[in-house]
């Protein structure tokens, strides 16, 4: 992990500006999602990309009972349910 240096206080709603700095190197958006995740004692902020619930690929995903699912793991899975 890579100190930046950089210190940011949370605002009284509990928010924190990433700088632009970062934003840029990192290829970060104005309002693109990002994913929060935790590890020990750290907070982890990743871009977010969508990808399929089971191999965790990132194209050709189908939206199905609000999971993404890839049309390759369609087919997968219809060839053991023996549908195809």
Do not use: C, Q, W
Request: cysteine-free.
């Amino acid at each position: 992990m890579k100190n930046t240096g950089i210190v940011r206080r949370l605002d009284e709603l509990g928010r924190i500006t990433i700088p632009i700095e970062l934003r840029r190197s990192l290829g970060i958006g104005d309002r693109e999602s990002l994913e929060i995740y935790t590890e020990d004692n750290k907070i982890i902020l990743a871009k977010y990309a969508p990808a399929d619930i089971f191999t965790g690929a990132e194209e050709d995903l189908i939206e199905y009972h609000g999971k993404l699912v890839s049309k390759k793991s369609i087919k997968e899975l219809s060839k053991l349910a023996g549908l195809i």
